[in-house]
């Protein structure tokens, strides 16, 4: 199995700076044939189901903000929040998607400082 | 707008039985691969089987195959998921999500339901 781990568990950033979570996998989920990574971030607020953020690893899903961006390849990514906004307090899980079974990571908590 | 509904939750003991229902409105059902996702309390997200949109095919995590079976109905736009022999290790938040693309092998989660909890005790 693809084993997601994310990096911090949680992190307390001041409104309107940077947040930067961490995902690696265990092996790589970039396929070769069509130059593409499985991989896609979620969001959870408290008490809610989760929302796709981003797919592809950087393709934004429609109606989510600009501030959020996903970055990386192979093994290694990166969702940045740019400019933390009160609303974006929630845990935030990657998933990869290149093969069975389907594997999150552990959510990194956000919280504001 | 696209809803799904879980519904079936509830306390049950050890080794016994339970069937979840997902009730989907809102899209072409029958054009969906769709999901079951499950969150214990205080956790991560798992991923538990996924269902082809013709239901043609099944997939399993490791931890629920040979005790818990997906099926559907689209003629009733609704899903299910059978679980038996459950164990306290099952007690979580089940949720049901959709596959973002239509008969795709592309398993992302665009929409989800709100969740239903399983309780597995004695």
């Known amino acids: 199995d693809f084993v997601m781990t994310q990096s911090p568990d949680s992190l307390a950033v001041s409104l309107g700076e940077r947040a930067t979570i961490n995902c690696k996998s265990s092996q790589s989920v970039l396929y070769r044939p069509n130059n593409k990574n499985y991989l896609a971030w979620y969001q959870q607020k408290p008490g809610q189901p989760p929302k796709l953020l981003i797919y592809w690893a950087s393709t934004r899903e429609s109606g989510v903000p600009d501030r959020f961006s996903g970055s990386g390849s192979g093994t290694d990514f990166t969702l940045t929040i740019s400019s933390l906004q009160a609303e974006d307090v929630a845990v935030y899980h990657c998933q990869q998607y290149y093969t069975s079974p389907l594997t999150f990571g552990g959510g990194t908590k956000v919280e504001i400082k | ?122």
């Open chain 2, 1 to 122: 707008q696209v809803q799904l509904v879980e519904s079936g939750g509830g306390v049950v003991q050890p080794g016994r039985s339970l069937r979840l229902s997902c009730a989907a409105s809102g899209f072409t059902f029958s054009s969906h691969a769709m999901h079951w996702v499950r969150q214990a309390p205080g956790k991560g997200l798992e991923w538990v089987a996924l269902i082809s949109y013709d239901g043609s095919n099944a997939y399993y995590a490791d931890s629920v195959r040979g005790r818990f079976t997906i099926s559907r109905d689209n003629s009733k736009n609704t899903f299910y998921l059978q679980m038996n022999s459950l164990t306290t290790e099952d007690t979580s938040v089940y949720y049901c999500a959709r596959d973002r693309d239509r008969r795709s092998s592309i398993h992302v989660f665009d929409y989800w339901g709100q969740g239903i909890l399983v309780t597995v005790s004695s």
